[in-house]
């Protein structure tokens, strides 16, 4: 934990890191929360159609994925805490070993999309397939942004840089919480 | 047990809750209302994931007034995607 003072009285003093990391983070939010609202709006239209699309999906792989990502979040926020406590070489490490988890996120949703491709479905096959291709491959090109940026951060071990990549990634990870249930699980 | 490391057991909890809720769900164990209520379910637990997230990986823990505003909205939305899903 960091004490922060208070520099010019604004209300975002007490917000943890940068006021723009937050700015980000609600855009990003605000995008992905729209198009999984859309997705359910459209499943009014055709509620048996997106269950019948939706047995196509992996659940069981998509819930592997949610342990990586939530594991990764954990191990980048414990990196962030050991560059704020000097220790960089192991805020290096754990930050390199949440960027390696993210990878290891991508490959599996890799698997998932050549599977797909394999049983002949693609972004037109399906309105459901429409938002699952779109929302799940920007939250993907989002993740390898993410794994970019933690490799960026760790290797210059800068507080306030590690402090602003780990929000980023645990905006990620925010994210697939939210669409983890709505386009895999929810019948 | 550190914040983050208590957040992340709990984290893990959620998803085994909700991957075993689908998995019910999927293989037929659940019939009629109670697969609605296994998606409230569902619903509610990524609530729960997404405050964790929000309070002890993002720190709003920090920040008892943006906790606030973050979580009111947050909940909010959770029961938008709820009236959608009831809906269908």
Redesign the interface.
């Known amino acids: 934990m960091t004490d922060r003072p208070n520099t010019d009285g604004s209300p975002f003093d007490g917000l943890p890191g940068d006021l723009m990391i937050w700015v980000l983070i609600v855009s990003e939010l605000l995008v992905f929360g729209a198009g999984l609202a859309a997705f359910l709006g459209v499943r009014l239209t055709d509620p048996a159609g997106f269950a019948a699309a939706q047995d196509h999906l992996h659940r069981a792989a998509a819930g592997v994925n949610t342990v990586v990502l939530v594991t990764s979040g954990w191990l980048a926020a414990l990196g962030a805490q050991a560059v704020e406590t000097g220790r960089l070489a192991r805020a290096r490490g754990l930050l390199a070993a949440a960027a390696g988890m993210g990878a290891v996120f991508l490959a599996i949703k890799w698997a998932e999309y050549a599977g797909k491709a394999a049983q002949g479905i693609g972004v037109e096959t399906h309105p459901f397939f429409t938002f699952y291709y779109l929302v799940t491959g920007f939250h993907a090109a989002h993740v390898a942004a993410g794994i970019v940026v933690l490799l960026l951060v760790a290797a210059r071990a800068q507080a306030r840089e590690v402090e602003a990549g780990v929000a980023f990634w645990h905006m990620v990870d925010l994210v697939w919480v939210l669409v983890f249930p709505v386009i895999y699980l929810l019948r | 047990m550190?914040h983050?490391?208590k957040?992340?057991a709990l984290?893990?909890a959620l998803?085994g809750a909700?991957?075993v809720?689908?998995?019910a769900?999927?293989r037929g164990a659940l019939a009629g209302g109670a697969?609605t209520l296994?998606?409230a379910a569902?619903?509610a637990?990524?609530w729960a994931?997404?405050r964790t997230?929000?309070n002890?990986?993002?720190?709003?823990d920090?920040?008892p007034?943006?906790r606030r505003g973050f979580g009111l909205t947050l909940a909010l939305?959770a029961l938008?995607?709820l009236a959608?899903?009831l809906?269908?």
């Open positions: 550190a983050v490391t957040a992340w984290l893990l998803s909700s991957t809720l689908s998995v769900v999927a697969v296994g998606g569902i619903l637990l990524s994931k997404a997230i929000l002890a990986y993002l720190r709003l920090e920040a007034a943006f939305y938008l995607l959608l899903y809906a269908g």
